[in-house]
């Protein structure tokens, strides 16, 4: 069974700093991977999807995200935190055969003035 | 369009009561999951329709959860004789089902669950 981990429970930045959200998961084929930004009271919103191809894959909101296969990890960045940033996110796996996501625990994000 | 809508926002229920939960989904979309969300458990998926069947109800915690969808639309899910461990937020998404491809699953805002 696939599983994600999400090491930071929570992360605190500086707005306009940059960052780095990671996430490491466990499956034994190529995984469909996912971002999600969850704010307050509100439902989960995709930031992004890897399928396949370029293992750099932009999403909205000025997000990006690498697939790196050999350290199984599908980290979050972004060049420079926005206030509006400020939301929790989490990290999401898909298998071939299985149309359940499977999610990490989430990472809280708190920008600082 | 309109996005995937959930009611009621809110429910406060009494231990051992039994609620309902309902789902409306993006139009079109065949495919619609409910998921958990808990303090302590994280975001868990409970089951997958495809259509009005469930193909994957391995998330359902007990057999206290039971979900149905009509005419390949409105879901609900139900919970007899709530515990205080139900409370969550109980989430809802659908999405397109085209062959074998992986398409992105859009979430309603959510139930929130409280059992007194």
């Known amino acids: 069974a696939q599983s994600v981990t999400q090491p930071d429970i929570h992360i605190t930045v500086s707005e306009g700093a940059s960052l780095e959200l990671r996430c490491n998961y466990s499956?034994?084929?190529?995984?469909?991977l996912f971002w999600y930004v969850q704010s307050p009271g509100q439902g989960l919103q995709l930031l992004l999807k890897y399928f396949s191809g370029d293992t750099l894959v932009q999403g909205i909101k000025g997000f990006e995200a690498e697939f790196k296969r050999s350290q199984s990890s599908f980290n979050l960045r972004k060049p420079s935190v926005h206030w509006s940033d400020a939301a929790e996110y989490f990290c999401a796996v898909g298998a071939k055969g299985r149309r359940a996501l499977t999610f990490g625990s989430g990472t809280r994000l708190q920008v600082q003035p | 369009g309109a996005g995937v809508s959930q009611s009621p926002s809110n429910k406060v229920t009494e231990k051992g009561k039994d609620v309902e939960l309902r789902c409306d989904p993006i139009?079109?979309?065949?495919?619609l999951y409910w998921y958990r969300q808990s303090l302590g458990q994280g975001l868990e998926f409970l089951i997958y329709f495809q259509g009005n069947s469930a193909p994957d109800k391995s998330g359902l915690p007990s057999d206290r959860f039971s979900a149905e969808r009509t005419g390949g639309s409105v879901s609900t899910l139900t919970i007899q004789r709530t515990q205080q461990e139900d409370s969550a937020v109980y989430l809802c998404?659908?999405?397109?089902?085209?062959?074998?491809?992986?398409?992105?699953?859009?979430f309603g805002p959510g139930t929130r669950l409280t059992v007194l």
């Open positions: 998404a659908s999405s397109l089902v085209m062959g074998m491809t992986y398409n992105e699953q859009f």
């Open positions: 499956y034994g084929a190529t995984p469909y």
């Open positions: 139009s079109g979309h065949t495919a």
